[in-house]
Structure formats: structure tokens, C-alpha cells
């Protein structure tokens, strides 16, 4: 059975930095397209960021562009979501989630979701 497990949200100051962490159990993930997603309350989910299966293909929301970096080590089936310059609008669940097809990661079709892990960036 195949696990994506989310850790490293908490709460900090606006400006400060967080690293999330997405770990797979289960069976290796190193030719999926993985990313993280948020959502607010009273939000929809929203893309932050995606990678693809190799590392050289990135997407970031543009409210995130500039602060947060995502980045994968295929030997450990990690990936990781470095989140700098926090604002209080950054606030949310953050969802890890994998799937074949980069292009469609994220759509409701997605193969793997984590639980969640939570950030609150107070003002």
C-alpha cells in the first residue's frame, strides 16, 4: 500500500521559512511527477508547486514564485517544499501528491495524496 506522508508545517512569523517533507512508503515513486497543493479555509485547492519524475522540470504558482522551492531525492523517495519569506496569505493545509503524468497532477484524477500537514503564518 502505497503512503505519502507530509511533515515539517507548523506555525511561524510572517517572513520566516519552513521546509516540508513528503515521504512514500510502499514502493518507489521515482518515475512519478510529484507536488504539493494547499488549501485555505472557505478555499478550493490550489497548485503551489510541481516536479517532474527527473527534477528538471519545475511549475510554481506565481504567488509562491521566488519564495518556495520544491526539489526531490529519488534514493530516499522524498520530496521536499522549501517555503522562504512566509506570508500570512500562505496559511493553509499543504497536500502532497503523486501521479504518472506530470500534466495532470493535481487534477482529481491524481493517483496518490497525502493527508496534509499544516501551516499557519501569523502576522
Known amino acids: 500500500q502505497v503512503q505519502l506522508v507530509e511533515s515539517g508545517g507548523g506555525t511561524v512569523q510572517a517572513g520566516g521559512s519552513l521546509r516540508l517533507s513528503c515521504a512514500v512508503s510502499g514502493r518507489t515513486l521515482r518515475l512519478y511527477a510529484m507536488g504539493w497543493f494547499r488549501q485555505a479555509p472557505g478555499k478550493e485547492r490550489e497548485s503551489v508547486s510541481v516536479?517532474?519524475?527527473?527534477?528538471?522540470?519545475?511549475y510554481y504558482a506565481n504567488s509562491v514564485k521566488g519564495r518556495f522551492t520544491i526539489s526531490r531525492d529519488n534514493a530516499k523517495n522524498t520530496v521536499y517544499l522549501q517555503m522562504n519569506s512566509l506570508k500570512p496569505e500562505d496559511t493553509a493545509v499543504y497536500y502532497c501528491a503523486a501521479d504518472p503524468e506530470y500534466s495532470t497532477l493535481g487534477s482529481r484524477n491524481t493517483t496518490y495524496w497525502g493527508q496534509g500537514t499544516q501551516v499557519i503564518v501569523s502576522s
Open positions: 516536479i517532474n519524475w527527473s527534477g528538471r522540470n519545475t
